[in-house]
Every structure is written in structure tokens, then in C-alpha cells.
């Protein structure tokens, strides 16, 4: 079956975008350009901007697939703690292929566990007082928080963003690129220029 595209028009983008700043750099730098172009070049401005710009124009089911897409990239780096972030991802895989009260409680369980699990650092913008096996157990534990509600951009947004979080700085570009790409194939399926 073949679905008429909606179109990107500037009244999403503004609406996507959020803020106005992000809208105008937006509207100066990318408007015009094909779907791809646009996105990837917001991203290589401002990955955060992207990166959330797409969770707006995803629906709930893309959003949960994104979240956990990008929480999976870093599930390595959680080092002994693996099997929880690993539990948190599975559990929202289930409620997505398999929606039901029981299999929402156990995304909740899940996400709550992962969480639990972080050494209660912080991550700022510069990398410090932060463990960086605490990531992915975040990544986890948002992604299946989307998968629990995906109506909520903020969780999706924020499990990729502790993907990035944990990347070394060498492999953070390439990372942000692979997840807003991977964004992308959701947004091409629903939009066009």
C-alpha cells in the first residue's frame, strides 16, 4: 500500500524545531534542500538539535525503534552491568512487538533497574565527573521509557543523546551520524520535500 507523504513545509519545521533559534538557523542554512540534506546538515551544526528535531516529526512506534537502535550502539560499554542495560532494551522490544499491560509493567521494571544501576554520576558537555559505563544503562533505561510511552519525544531524544554520551570523543561524529541517519530512514518514509 502506498501512503500519500506528508509534506515538510515550514509550519512543521517551526513546529519540529521547537525554539525559535533552531527554527531560523534552520530556515536560513537548510531550507530548500532535500529531507536527507536538511537533517544531516543540522545535525553536523548541532547534533542535539537534530537529534530532537527528528524525534517531533517521528510517531510513537519510530521514536521507541530510534531510542532503542541508539541505545543498542553503546550496550558494550556497560561493561559489567551489560545484562541490565541488555534487559531494559529487550523488555521495550517486547512491549513494542507485543503490547500488553504486563509487558508495560516490565518495561517500567526495566527502565527503573537500569537506572538504578548508573553509579549516580552526572554527565556534562565536557566529559567530567562521569563514568562512562553509565551511559548505555541511561541509554537503556530512556529507550525503553520510549517504548513505554512513546507519545514522549524527550525520552527518544534523550536515549540517543546518552548513546553520544558514551562514545569517546574520536567515535562521537561517527556515532551522531549513524543514529541521525538511522532517524532519517523514518522521516523519509513519512515526508517529502
Same mark, same amino acid.
Given at each position: 500500500?502506498?501512503?500519500?507523504?506528508?509534506?515538510l513545509?515550514?509550519?512543521k519545521?517551526?513546529?519540529?524545531?521547537?525554539?525559535?533559534?533552531?527554527y531560523?538557523?534552520w530556515?536560513?542554512?537548510?531550507?530548500?534542500?532535500?529531507?536527507?540534506?536538511?537533517?544531516?546538515?543540522l545535525?553536523?551544526?548541532?547534533?542535539?538539535?537534530?537529534n530532537?528535531?527528528?524525534?517531533?516529526?517521528m510517531?510513537?512506534?519510530?521514536r521507541?525503534?530510534?531510542a532503542?537502535?541508539?541505545? /543498542?550502539?553503546?550496550l558494550?560499554?556497560?561493561?559489567?552491568?551489560?545484562?541490565?542495560?541488555?534487559q531494559?532494551?529487550?523488555?521495550?522490544? /517486547?512491549l513494542?512487538?507485543?503490547?500488553s499491560?504486563?509487558?508495560?509493567?516490565a518495561?517500567?521494571?526495566?527502565?527503573?533497574k537500569?537506572?538504578?544501576?548508573?553509579?549516580?554520576?552526572?554527565?556534562?558537555?565536557?566529559?567530567?565527573?562521569?563514568?562512562?559505563?553509565?551511559?548505555?544503562?541511561?541509554?537503556?533505561s530512556?529507550?525503553?521509557?520510549?517504548?513505554?510511552?512513546?507519545?514522549?519525544?524527550?525520552?527518544?531524544?534523550?536515549?540517543?543523546g546518552y548513546?553520544?554520551?558514551?562514545?569517546?570523543?574520536?567515535?562521537?561524529?561517527?556515532?551522531?551520524?549513524?543514529?541521525?541517519k538511522?532517524?532519517i530512514?523514518?522521516?523519509?518514509?513519512?515526508?517529502e520535500?
Amino acid at each position: 500500500m502506498n501512503l500519500k507523504k506528508k509534506k515538510l513545509t515550514k509550519e512543521k519545521m517551526k513546529s519540529a524545531c521547537v525554539y525559535t533559534d533552531r527554527y531560523e538557523w534552520w530556515l536560513k542554512n537548510c531550507y530548500g534542500l532535500e529531507i536527507d540534506e536538511q537533517l544531516l546538515k543540522l545535525s553536523d551544526h548541532n547534533f542535539n538539535w537534530a537529534n530532537h528535531t527528528i524525534c517531533e516529526l517521528m510517531n510513537g512506534k519510530q521514536r521507541a525503534m530510534y531510542a532503542i537502535f541508539s541505545a /543498542k550502539q553503546v550496550l558494550a560499554l556497560a561493561g559489567e552491568r551489560k545484562d541490565v542495560a541488555l534487559q531494559a532494551i529487550e523488555a521495550a522490544e /517486547k512491549l513494542l512487538k507485543q503490547p500488553s499491560q504486563k509487558n508495560g509493567w516490565a518495561v517500567d521494571r526495566a527502565a527503573h533497574k537500569a537506572h538504578s544501576s548508573t553509579h549516580g554520576t552526572c554527565v556534562n558537555i565536557d566529559g567530567d565527573h562521569w563514568d562512562l559505563g553509565d551511559a548505555p544503562l541511561h541509554a537503556a533505561s530512556y529507550a525503553a521509557r520510549t517504548a513505554g510511552n512513546s507519545s514522549c519525544v524527550c525520552n527518544a531524544s534523550i536515549a540517543a543523546g546518552y548513546a553520544i554520551d558514551g562514545c569517546l570523543p574520536v567515535f562521537k561524529k561517527d556515532m551522531e551520524l549513524k543514529i541521525i541517519k538511522y532517524g532519517i530512514t523514518f522521516i523519509r518514509q513519512d515526508y517529502e520535500n
